[in-house]
């Protein structure tokens, strides 16, 4: 899969830059337009955009549209309660990955880390440049660099947990990462938050693929309908970007919200997630 996922990082690029120029744009951009700014012949930007998306520029135009968060809302909004009500809090469906998760205790979370190995490396992944942490009990962090660059996120992302003892280990973080990335088997999560941060985290994990909720959903889903603000303050701190899917979190009016790796990013995995589930319902 390892080929696969460094194809689909740099599909990812030409849509990081057909993004751009759909949103610089005033209208809808034929495929020729589109192929035109990629400097590709309209053939193989087709192609490749096929290949990452399933679905043609202009209904993936639609996905990216500032309407579509609304959209998602009135078509796809997922009622948390009844989702753990079904006792589906402690394993669930995340994508086409099962997902198991173990959490930190607060006391080890108290001490910053202490005496934890977290092995890290750089990855490609679908939505570009990617940093990867893992312990032994299973992925801890993921973080996308393409709107922050790789040292912002390193220095975040080792904040997080200041006595950690941080080693760059590749080889032992991928073959989790890669099955997060590429959809398919299974791989293991390892919560390091305090106890309400992890609440949050589990709620978010119910929200089904192309589907969205809202921050006060998840506030009274986790028993606290009044803590919108620190349930969005959770979202945002969410160390396991992707595979935990705090991009599913939007504002009640429909607006995106925050991303703490960047908006285009989040719009870019809304849109993917979105024309995925379309592409595989029809």
Request: charged fraction near 20%; include cysteine.
């Amino acid at each position: 899969m390892r080929d696969e996922t460094l194809e689909k990082a740099y599909h990812y690029q030409v849509m990081r830059r057909a993004i751009d120029a759909i949103d610089g744009a005033e209208e809808t951009l034929s495929l020729d337009d589109l192929a035109r700014r990629m400097d590709m012949s309209p053939a193989h930007f087709q192609r490749l955009f096929s290949a990452w998306v399933g679905v043609s520029p202009k209904r993936y135009q639609q996905y990216l549209a500032l309407g579509h968060a609304k959209s998602l809302l009135a078509a796809r909004f997922t009622t948390l309660e009844a989702a753990m009500g079904a006792g589906l809090s402690g394993s669930g469906r995340l994508h086409d990955l099962f997902i198991r998760w173990e959490a930190m205790s607060p006391g080890e979370f108290a001490r910053g880390g202490a005496g934890l190995t977290i092995r890290w490396g750089w990855m490609d992944s679908p939505f570009g440049d990617a940093l990867a942490m893992a312990t032994d009990r299973g992925l801890c962090g993921i973080a996308f660099t393409e709107e922050t660059g790789r040292d912002h996120a390193m220095r975040d992302m080792t904040a997080r947990w200041p006595s950690a003892n941080f080693v760059e280990d590749p080889a032992f973080v991928e073959p989790w990462a890669q099955a997060a990335f590429d959809l398919q088997g299974e791989t293991r999560l390892h919560m390091i938050g305090a106890p309400f941060q992890i609440k949050v985290w589990e709620a978010l994990l119910q929200i089904p693929t192309g589907h969205v909720s809202t921050y006060s959903e998840i506030a009274r889903a986790i028993g606290h309908p009044t803590a919108m603000r620190a349930v969005g303050t959770a979202v945002g701190r969410n160390p396991v970007s992707f595979l935990i899917p705090c991009h599913r979190a939007l504002r009640k009016s429909g607006g995106l919200g925050g991303y703490h790796w960047g908006l285009p990013v989040k719009r870019a995995i809304l849109a993917w997630e979105s024309a995925r589930t379309e592409s595989a319902a029809g």
